[in-house]
């Protein structure tokens, strides 16, 4: 593993002005599919919950199909499978897009977690407690329904949504590893081709598996502190003092 390590740490972890490394495409991967979905999932959340059929079934049957299909068929089908469409090949953009990997894997990761983590933040809201909203309260203090949304129960469901949404977010690192298929140079890619050069099988994707487990070991640190921040009013008062001077 250190011969492997010695020859391959270059591809591995260290990025030039040429070609990153593939522990930077995956954390680029990791960071760009968790941002735009996140974005998308507040907004879609709100019109999952809403009563207006118009608003949730749309957003109902986006993260029925997207949770229901798999992630690498979602990939192939946004790498091959468009780029195969002859619109697509006659529209600049579209072509230009599609034509890189990052682009589709980024776009395909998003998608799909951004189903995922609809759900967690549309479970999180109707689990507010009436009480701890008071919409009648709200309105009659002259909140509108953004304001209230804004105000209070965005805020409130976001924090109780932090431990599933963390194991999301370790989720999605995990699928990550589906983007060699569109020649995506991540960690597997690097590992895959290590592997290739070597035929020592054990050492190429033990290196990988290392540094899986290390950004996963940093993500859950960085969610448990999070949680220990932003969920100390659902601890009892003791505990939360302790929390406080530990």
């Not at 979602?74 to 195969?84: A, I, P, V």
């Not at 953004?146 to 999605?172: D, G, K, Q």
């Not at 699928?175 to 895959?192: E, G, H, N, Q, S």
């Amino acid at each position: 593993m250190i011969q492997i390590f010695a020859e391959y740490w270059r591809p591995f972890l260290y990025s030039d002005g040429m070609r990153a490394s593939g522990l930077v495409v995956t954390l680029w991967l990791l960071t760009a599919s968790i941002v735009l979905s996140f974005c998308a999932a507040v907004p879609l959340a709100c019109a999952r919950v809403s009563r207006n059929r118009w608003l949730s079934t749309p957003v109902r049957i986006y993260t029925y199909v997207f949770r229901g299909t798999p992630l690498y068929v979602q990939l192939l089908l946004l790498y091959t499978g468009m780029y195969s469409l002859e619109f697509m090949r006659t529209q600049s953009l579209l072509e230009a897009f599609f034509r890189s990997g990052v682009n589709c894997a980024i776009l395909a990761f998003a998608l799909n977690t951004c189903a995922y983590t609809t759900e967690i933040f549309a479970g999180a809201i109707r689990a507010i407690p009436h009480g701890e909203v008071e919409a009648e309260a709200a309105r009659a203090y002259g909140m509108s329904t953004f304001t209230m949304y804004r105000r209070v129960i965005l805020p409130s469901a976001l924090r109780r949504a932090l431990p599933l949404y963390s194991n999301e977010v370790i989720l999605m690192l995990h699928a990550t590893t589906v983007a060699f298929t569109a020649t995506v140079p991540d960690i597997l890619k690097v590992a895959r081709d290590a592997n290739s050069a070597t035929y020592q099988s054990f050492e190429s994707f033990g290196i990988a598996a290392l540094l899986y487990v290390a950004i996963s070991f940093a993500l859950v640190a960085a969610f448990r502190r999070a949680e220990r921040h932003w969920l100390a009013y659902l601890r009892p008062a003791g505990a939360a003092r302790l929390a406080r001077h530990a």
